[in-house]
């Protein structure tokens, strides 16, 4: 599931247009920099981070727009957005510190996870009896079955834990256009598109892989850190989440 590129398109971009096909665009080249196993290199010179940009931004036909007046001009912003996304230090959910994702190593991270979550909404139980009530939704509102994908979820080493000692965390990157990126505009964005559902959704599917995969060690308050949301067009604008759709 992803539900982004589409608010806030009334604001127009010179150079690199908005709409969905340019944030695919830039959602595939960051996948494909996330599965390389140095991704500091990769952004750092020697011209993968433009190639890899400039293949997708191709490949998705963004480049032949007829909005988009300098191809190469188009090329170097997005490389440069996606640059700042990855280096930037974001203040981690929970007071965690700050983390750069492209510092994090590759065994600690997985782009684009795949999840897939099957749920009976006569039933109810949690989380999806929190996840109705917090978003106004009925039980015809509820799918059976969700499949989807998580754009990166990594994880932070948590000394305080020596049964397991990380913190799993989930990255959603939104390439929206808007007027203003402080706190309060991601915030009210964030409620007006759905992505907070977006993120209970991933915050309740993550929570089901690590209680599978650490079994008895898994501790929702030591192991589960929360969502962060980047922005690619805000700088270093990010909204925080910290996932808590839990009782």
Same mark, same amino acid.
């Given at each position: 599931? %992803?539900?982004?590129?589409?608010?806030?398109?009334?604001? /127009?971009?010179?150079?690199?247009?908005?709409?969905? $096909?340019?944030?695919?665009?830039?959602?595939?080249?960051?996948?494909?920099?996330?599965? !390389?196993?140095?991704?500091?290199?990769?952004?750092?010179?020697?011209? *993968?981070?433009?190639?890899?940009?400039? %293949?997708?931004?191709?490949?998705?036909?963004?480049?032949?727009?007829?909005?988009?007046?300098?191809?190469?001009?188009?090329?170097?912003? #997005?490389?440069?957005?996606?640059?700042? #996304?990855? *280096?930037?230090?974001?203040?981690?959910?929970?007071?965690?510190?700050? $983390?750069?994702?492209?510092?994090?190593? /590759?065994?600690?991270?997985?782009?684009?996870?795949?999840?897939?979550?099957?749920?009976?909404?006569?039933?109810?139980?949690?989380?999806?009896?929190?996840?109705?009530?917090?978003?106004?939704? *009925?039980? #015809?509102? *509820?799918?059976?079955?969700?499949?989807?994908?998580?754009?990166?979820?990594?994880?932070?080493?948590?000394?305080?834990?020596?049964?397991?000692?990380?913190?799993?965390?989930?990255?959603?990157?939104? =390439?929206?256009?808007?007027?203003?990126?402080? =706190?309060?505009?991601?915030? %009210?964005?964030?409620?007006? @598109?759905?992505?907070?559902? @977006?993120? @209970?959704?991933? =915050?309740?599917?993550?929570? /089901?892989? !690590?209680?599978?995969?650490?079994?008895?060690?898994?501790? %929702?308050?030591?192991?589960?850190?929360? =969502?962060?949301?980047?922005?690619?067009?805000?700088? $270093?604008?990010?909204?925080?989440?910290?996932?808590?759709?839990?009782?």
């Amino acid at each position: 599931m %992803r539900n982004d590129e589409s608010g806030g398109e009334d604001v /127009k971009d010179d150079i690199l247009p908005g709409g969905r $096909a340019t944030g695919d665009a830039l959602h595939r080249a960051i996948d494909e920099l996330m599965r !390389l196993d140095d991704v500091n290199a990769a952004i750092g010179g020697g011209g *993968t981070l433009r190639e890899i940009v400039e %293949r997708r931004l191709k490949n998705g036909g963004i480049l032949d727009l007829p909005s988009v007046s300098d191809p190469s001009a188009a090329v170097e912003k #997005a490389a440069a957005l996606i640059k700042t #996304a990855l *280096t930037a230090p974001y203040p981690i959910p929970n007071g965690a510190g700050c $983390a750069v994702l492209s510092a994090v190593p /590759k065994s600690d991270r997985a782009s684009e996870m795949e999840f897939l979550m099957s749920c009976d909404p006569k039933a109810g139980g949690e989380p999806w009896d929190r996840i109705v009530k917090t978003n106004n939704l *009925t039980r #015809a509102e *509820t799918p059976y079955r969700i499949r989807g994908f998580m754009d990166l979820v990594f994880r932070l080493k948590n000394d305080g834990n020596h049964a397991h000692p990380y913190r799993y965390y989930i990255v959603d990157w939104k =390439s929206d256009t808007l007027e203003s990126y402080d =706190s309060e505009s991601l915030r %009210r964005h964030c409620a007006e @598109q759905n992505y907070l559902l @977006q993120s @209970q959704i991933y =915050s309740a599917a993550l929570d /089901k892989y !690590l209680r599978g995969i650490l079994g008895g060690r898994y501790d %929702r308050e030591l192991h589960f850190g929360g =969502s962060l949301y980047v922005f690619l067009r805000g700088g $270093a604008g990010v909204f925080l989440n910290d996932g808590n759709i839990f009782p």
